[in-house]
């Protein structure tokens, strides 16, 4: 997503992090499948480094995307009441229809993390297209009067 922000002319509006749920592979770059096919699309990862969640990451963010329903509940476990309404399914805020998890490539093949790719690409795309939508001032203002 990182990566899509100049096209959307973000870059300098949305901050991207990743981290996990587990601290197992906290420190560690990529996959090296994931790396190869991310270059082979134009984006830079060598430099991204694997780490835990932690509590000031449900502070700071004002939205955790959990890549499958699993993570999406671990989250909920981890947050507090007042934080939680930041924790959403990625298939669900990107509309993927069918596809309620990213599926995990590691066990697989190539095509595996190919076909990961171009749905986490696509979901990217998705939600940024809703992220970045132009808010109509007058409209806002007036469903604001109401309260």
Known sequence: MRSLLPEYGMQRHIQIESAGIEACHAGEPPDPRTLRIAAGNGVRMEHQRARQVTADDFIRADLLLGMDRGHVA?????????TAHK???FSEYACLAGTPDVPDPYYGCEKDFIDVYKMIELGCHQILEILCKPVDMDKKQGALDKY
């Open 87 to 89: 924790i959403i399914l």
């Open 74 to 82: 671990a989250l909920r476990r981890l947050s507090r009441k007042e």
